[in-house]
Antibody
Framework: QVQLQESGPGLVTPSETLSLTCGVS?????????WGWVRQPPGKGLEWIGS???????FDNPSLRSRVTMSVDMSKNQFSLNLISVTAADTAVFYC????????????WGQGILVTVSS | SYVVTQPPSVSVAPGQTARITCGGN??????IHWYQQKPGQAPVLVVY???DRPSGIPERFSGSNSGNTATLTITSVEAGDEADYYC???????????FGGGTKLTVL
């Protein structure tokens, strides 16, 4: 069974870089899935950040494109998100999620990690 | 960019049928997916590709998509169905992934 687990700091200073990693177990990153990130500010809805394929190809939300980079580490079977120049508005629960390459839906999700941007 | 609209809230009595809509211009041309999210938990896929159910999702959950409205229908609603529900689609022409604003289902 596919399991995803987010890891990273729970507190980030404004203007710094938010860095998260999602470890994948029970499935190889090299298989036919897109590996992505979704965030949810407290009390608000879901916002897609972007997705990355094992080849390194990425799709991202145009509203965040200038601040987002994503990558995969095949040796560790994990993928990562960097969001630069964060502000308090970036405070959210961040989920990693998996989408089959032939489908537009996310059928596997991590449990989520709360990241607070504050000095 | 393409905009989808969900009602903020829907209320239904136990045992009744809940219908949660996701509206957009000619949305029938898109494959719509639905997620259930309970407080403090990650979203769970309950319907994909308009009307298919992942394994383990009860038959009480069904979906349809016609014209300008996609609908998630939950029959014989139970207290445990109380949650936020989000529609979503993937569109390579503009924003690749779009979520609706979510609908809070309250079981009276």
């Amino acid at each position: 069974q596919v399991q995803l687990q987010e890891s990273g700091p729970g507190l980030v200073t404004p203007s710094e870089t938010l860095s998260l990693t999602c470890g994948v177990s029970g499935y190889s990153l090299s298989n036919d899935y897109y590996w992505g990130w979704v965030r949810q500010p407290p009390g608000k809805g879901l916002e897609w950040i972007g997705s990355v394929y094992h080849s390194g190809r990425t799709f991202d939300n145009p509203s965040l494109r200038s601040r987002v980079t994503m990558s995969v580490d095949m040796s560790k079977n994990q993928f990562s998100l960097n969001l630069i120049s964060v502000t308090a508005a970036d405070t959210a629960v961040f989920y990693c999620a998996a989408r089959p390459s032939r489908g537009g839906y996310f059928d596997y999700w991590g449990q989520g990690i709360l990241v607070t941007v504050s000095s | 960019s393409y905009v989808v609209t969900q009602p903020p809230s829907v209320s239904v009595a136990p045992g009744q049928t809940a219908r949660i809509t996701c509206g957009g211009n000619n949305i029938q041309r898109k494959n719509i997916h639905w997620y259930q999210q309970k407080p403090g938990q990650a979203p769970v896929l309950v319907v994909y590709d308009d009307s298919d159910r992942p394994s383990g999702i009860p038959e009480r959950f069904s979906g349809s998509n016609s014209g300008n409205t996609a609908t998630l229908t939950i029959t014989s609603v139970e207290a445990g169905d109380e949650a936020d529900y989000y529609c979503q689609f993937w569109d390579t022409s503009s924003d690749p992934v779009v979520f609706g604003g979510g609908t809070k289902l309250t079981v009276l």
